[in-house]
């Protein structure tokens, strides 16, 4: 029964040990792991997760993304990025919109918001001006910047 037990116990702690969920940002003293400043706006901070449960933060999605450009993004298994309108919340940066408006300015100046759903984008775009884009989208805006 001894044997039994540690083994449970055993299975446990390794199906413990590499959960794949985000770390909470402490926001005023985590650095950015792209460009070093101290995440501070809860609007704009990003992370990702890789599949051996590692997570890197980021202090806006611009320095996610620029971030994702030298690394194997199969070896991730979250993406995420603030939404907007609900400062301090990470959601899936897969399935997010995005609105690229000059009068929306984010920590590194991309000027580069991320909203939950569509539907808050495009209101928000109506009222700030901009372009939306998807994950897909803005991943190729992007590395086209980068061409230039």
């Not at 449960?53 to 971030?67: I, V």
């Not at 609105?99 to 920590?107: G, K, T």
């Amino acid at each position: 029964m001894k044997k039994f037990t540690y083994f449970f116990f055993v299975i446990a702690l390794v199906c413990t040990s590499c959960s794949i969920s985000p770390e909470p940002i402490a926001y005023g003293s985590d650095g950015c792991h792209f460009c070093s400043m101290t995440i501070v706006d809860q609007q704009y901070a990003a992370q990702y997760v890789t599949k051996k449960g590692k997570s890197f933060k980021f202090d806006a999605a611009e320095c996610m993304l620029n971030e994702l450009k030298t690394i194997d993004n199969n070896s991730v298994a979250l993406f995420l990025v603030t939404d907007y309108e609900n400062p301090g919340e990470l959601i899936d940066a897969t399935n997010a919109s995005y609105l690229i408006s000059q009068n929306l300015p984010s920590p590194m100046g991309a000027y580069l918001s991320a909203f939950e759903n569509k539907d808050l984008a495009e209101k928000v775009q109506k009222d700030k001006q901009g372009e939306l884009f998807t994950w897909e989208g803005l991943h190729m805006k992007f590395d086209k910047k980068d061409e230039k």
